[in-house]
């Protein structure tokens, strides 16, 4: 198996170890990563400027059609600017010239076949799990533990078509299987807050401060994501005294999985010994 390996902006410079972790379970399962000269998937400049924002993410699917490959993500945010760009190109066919004829300019075309797929879905539609199980060798014992689904692949779900927004079921079942026991909560499919982290801190702390508090008080003991933007929310409990008090440990389901199959600290970037090293001691 081959794909287009699209790691986002964020992933190399805030959150090397999600990079890091992804490659590897990839390595384990033979997938093969193919890295592009992609460009920022256009999230960024959405509230700017359509135009480029879609222009940003056709970009990049024309360039991994040009290779023959479908396109794969870690990042949620990612995956959802995609799927977005993949609407306004299929729907407004003025927008679909226009941008058409800025990529005939680099020699780049895109026929709209390119499938963009997040890890999540990778694992539980495209591998499934049946064939996932036989690759976890070392699993956890059944601690509780609660899923933060991120907001950008959820919805909204005519877009996206990632899970049922209002009763997701895919994260819980791939956690599951690593040995861990996922419990429910009230804010599973709630933001975290980092959307307006820069533009509005108290609030984005605010809204933290609630999830995290809603997670602890289910009894879990860990909250886990696989999603860019909330595990950098959620690190930010490293720097703010008030949320230091609340027990409840944040952690990246790549670098969970990684464990439950067997692998390395070193091969899954993990450095935060807080939360790990009773697993593998």
């Known amino acids: 198996m081959k794909f287009a390996y699209f790691p986002g902006c964020k992933i190399p410079f805030e959150l090397e170890e999600y990079g890091r972790s992804f490659e590897a379970i990839m390595e384990k399962l033979s997938v093969q990563l193919i890295n592009l000269p992609f460009n920022c998937c256009g999230y960024p400049s959405r509230s700017k400027s359509l135009e480029i924002s879609v222009l940003s993410s056709i970009r990049n699917l024309a360039l991994a059609e040009k290779q023959g490959l479908d396109l794969i993500t870690p990042c949620k945010c990612c995956f959802g600017q ?111 807050g980092n959307p307006i982290y820069e533009t509005n801190r108290k609030l984005s702390l605010k809204i933290l401060d609630s999830k995290l508090k809603a997670a602890s008080d289910s009894g879990a003991a860990y909250i886990i994501n696989a999603c860019t933007h909330c595990q950098i929310q959620y690190n930010v409990m490293d720097m703010e005294q008030e949320l230091k008090k609340i027990h409840i440990i944040p952690i990246l389901f790549s670098q969970v999985l990684g464990m439950a199959m067997g692998l390395t600290k070193k091969e899954l970037g993990i450095n935060n010994t807080r939360v790990f090293d009773f697993y593998y001691n």
């Open 82 to 192: 995609f799927k977005h760009a993949i609407y306004w190109w299929n729907n407004h066919k003025s927008l679909r010239i226009k941008i058409n004829n800025i990529l005939k300019t680099e020699g780049l075309c895109w026929s709209g076949k390119t499938k963009v797929i997040h890890l999540l879905s990778f694992l539980y539609h495209d591998l499934g799990l049946d064939a996932l199980k036989p690759f976890i060798t070392r699993p956890f014992s059944n601690e509780k533990i609660v899923v933060q689904y991120g907001c950008h692949a959820l919805r909204p779900f005519s877009i996206t078509g990632f899970d049922d927004p209002f009763a997701p079921k895919i994260f819980e079942a791939l956690v599951n299987i690593t040995g861990f026991k996922t419990i429910e909560w009230s804010k599973s499919t709630e933001c975290c």
